[in-house]
């Protein structure tokens, strides 16, 4: 089965510094691709997708994301973290015919520290 | 804003109770889905539905089934709780419209404890 492979279990950044939550997929296939935030106590929100428009993802709050084939990363960035990023941060894959399922990352837990 | 529902936000069960865990989406979604969440594991899926009385085993289905009568009700149902059945359990939906770019909603989560 097609997954995502979420590099690091835990982040910690500065307020004000950059974020990089790294993600990586494995397929054959260009696959559909999204990062789910989850705030404490909190359902997930989708942050942004990749549709195949664009490699380059921009999402909310800030955040962007960028597809890589050549690497099958599909890496999360914000130029300036800020306290209210503090949250859980979940990789996400269709694969290609897979219907209506989703493979969850095992999720980034980011802190901002002040 | 699409806005899905859970009955509970936090439940405590004893073992070998029967759980119904409630979950209603307002936006007329064809497709629902239950997952749990656990530390370090993220979301795995359960079941999920793609329409009134349909439903599809997910990665971890043993120990639950499931009910969609109606369109926007989709619940979840441990027959006899055990303790390894303690999580966060999630509910979410989605469209068929726009194919494979669909999301999904989330509901808020149920922390169910089974004693």
């Known amino acids: 089965a097609q997954s995502v492979t979420q590099l690091d279990s835990h982040v910690s950044v500065s307020e004000g510094t950059p974020v990089l939550l790294r993600c990586n997929y494995s397929s054959s296939y260009s696959p559909s691709l999204f990062w789910y935030v989850q705030h404490p106590n909190k359902g997930l929100q989708l942050l942004l997708k990749?549709?195949?428009?664009?490699?380059l993802v921009k999402g909310i709050n800030g955040f962007e994301a960028e597809f890589k084939k050549s690497e099958t990363s599909f890496h999360l960035t914000k130029p300036s973290a800020h306290m209210s990023d503090a949250a859980e941060y979940f990789c996400?894959?269709?694969?290609?015919?897979?219907?209506?399922?989703?493979?969850f990352g095992k999720g980034t837990s980011l802190l901002v520290t002040p | 804003d699409v806005k899905v529902t859970q009955s509970s936000r936090y439940l405590v069960k004893r073992t070998g109770e029967k759980v119904f865990l409630e979950c209603v989406q307002d936006m007329d979604h064809e497709n629902m889905f239950w997952y749990r969440q656990d530390p370090g594991l993220g979301l795995r899926l359960i079941y999920f539905?793609?329409?009134?009385?349909?439903?599809e085993k997910g990665d971890i289905p043993e120990g639950y089934s499931v009910s969609r009568e109606k369109k926007e009700r989709f619940s979840l149902i441990l027959e006899s709780a055990s303790t390894n059945q303690t999580s966060m359990y999630l509910c979410a939906s989605s469209t068929l419209g726009a194919g494979v770019y669909n999301e999904q909603f989330f509901g808020p989560g149920t922390r169910l404890t089974v004693l």
């Open positions: 996400v894959v269709r694969p290609p015919n897979s219907g209506y399922a989703l493979n």
């Open positions: 539905s793609y329409d009134v009385k349909m439903k």
């Open positions: 990749y549709t195949s428009a664009a490699t």
